[in-house]
């Protein structure tokens, strides 16, 4: 499968405790997103790499949230500290920058429910 | 700040019937636009998407959609819907800045129901 991959696909934690999801991208895609979707919404955008560089993060990304991309491959997505509030589904995307014609392709998500 | 509107929140409709759901962008300059599409416990999928060029486009399962630049919309159609049609759609924009492309903002989504 070339697609978007995430991990896990569902996560369930207690409140206070800290959880981390994986995303790997389409290989030759430079650019990598984090969105997150809660229901009855569309996607939010929270932060997107371009390689290795976080060059933008939303303001819904509080200081409990960090990302990073350490290789320009992969990316984490850490959540500290959980709160109910941090329920949602997590979405990973990746696309070019380079081209005429570039599109994002979105990962399956990870489902974090915190209790 | 920039936005996308869907103006329905949900729309039932019969087999064959056709549809259209709108969308509308708040930003006066350069766009790229496109439609997600996500299926019952499905991931995004593109239905399609317009970076330039002729504004009607056409996507995939008989889906087009036509960008209408004066009235910052890109409504979504199909003459003839059917039951596999049910889904939840989104709009969505990047909106670009000095020839680079910006996030992608999504609208809060339309739901779709064809009963059969």
């Known amino acids: 499968d070339t697609g978007v991959s995430q991990d896990p696909r569902h996560k369930i934690t207690k409140r206070g405790q800290n959880v981390t999801f994986r995303c790997d991208p389409i290989s030759e895609h430079n650019r990598l997103y984090w969105y997150r979707q809660t229901l009855g919404q569309g996607p939010e955008f929270l932060t997107y790499?371009?390689?290795?560089?976080?060059?933008?993060k939303s303001r819904l990304l509080s200081d409990r949230f960090s990302a990073e991309r350490p290789k320009g491959s992969f990316s984490t997505l850490e959540i500290q500290r959980t709160e109910q509030g941090d329920s949602a589904m997590y979405l990973c995307a990746s696309s070019r920058t380079t081209g005429a014609d570039y599109g994002y392709t979105f990962g399956s998500g990870t489902r974090l429910t915190v209790v | 700040a920039q936005s996308v509107s869907q103006h329905n929140h949900h729309v039932i409709l019969s087999e064959a019937a056709s549809l259209e759901l709108g969308c509308n962008y708040s930003y006066g300059g350069t766009v790229n636009l496109f439609w997600y599409v996500q299926y019952p416990g499905q991931h995004l999928q593109l239905l399609l998407k317009y970076f330039s060029g002729d504004p009607l486009v056409k996507g995939i399962k008989g889906f087009e959609a036509e960008f209408i630049k004066s009235k910052f919309s890109f409504n979504l159609r199909k003459p003839s819907v059917q039951w596999s049609d049910t889904a939840e759609y989104f709009c969505a924009v990047t909106m670009n800045y000095g020839g680079s492309q910006g996030n992608l903002i999504f609208g809060k989504g339309t739901k779709l129901s064809v009963k059969p």
């Open positions: 790499f371009q390689n290795e560089a976080q060059l933008e």
